[in-house]
């Protein structure tokens, strides 16, 4: 059974390391980074921030049908289907329904402690003003995982603590989990 493959997480956490790492674990694959899809707005996009606009969760809610689109896809020619998204406090990723509904999804959360995705952070960005929009990022993303990532758990999330863990730790968990490791 090919897998689909959606890790999301808080900013800084490793999600489009991981998935990179993750998909070229595979002879046939693709890393889909919603960020990527994102990114080829030309003009007029939204970014996220501590208050949410109505024009940034319609781009998401589009963003995302692409890219569910896609990795179907991609899925029903054969590819493992690598997908790598932060976590929406608004949506929980409601818009991957669809994908949601195939048994071969697995939804994975990484899960570092704030201190450990503040690090990284740090490390990522240097220091200035990109170091305290990420740091906020963090903070709201965290205050709502913490709320809800019991529930995820027990709807078959993988909730993954990365705290501690380098890339090819964290690859070769999900492959454990997966059955493919």
């Known amino acids: 059974m090919t897998p689909i493959f959606l890790l999301v997480g808080g900013p800084a956490v490793g999600k489009s390391t991981t998935a990179a790492g993750l998909a070229a674990r595979f002879a046939k694959s693709i890393h889909i980074p919603v960020d990527a899809v994102r990114d080829m707005v ?58 949601f509904s195939y048994p071969q999804t697995r939804k994975i959360l990484l899960y570092p402690s704030r201190d ?26 965290y205050q709502h995982l913490d709320a809800v990532v019991g529930d995820l758990a027990a709807q078959g999330w993988w909730v993954l603590d990365t705290s501690e863990l380098g890339v090819e730790a964290v690859v070769q968990e999900i492959l454990m989990r997966a059955g493919s490791g």
């Open 42 to 99: 030309v003009s007029g996009q939204a970014l996220p921030g501590v208050d949410w606009s109505q024009e940034l969760i319609e781009q998401l809610v589009v963003a995302r049908e692409c890219v569910t689109f896609m990795a179907l896809a991609y899925h029903k020619a054969g590819f493992v289907v690598v997908i790598d998204d932060f976590w929406d406090p608004v949506s929980g990723l409601a818009e991957y329904a669809a994908l």
């Open 116 to 141: 450990a995705a503040r690090a990284r952070n740090r490390v990522r960005s240097g220091s200035g003003a990109a170091v305290e929009y990420i740091d906020d990022g963090i903070r709201l993303v």
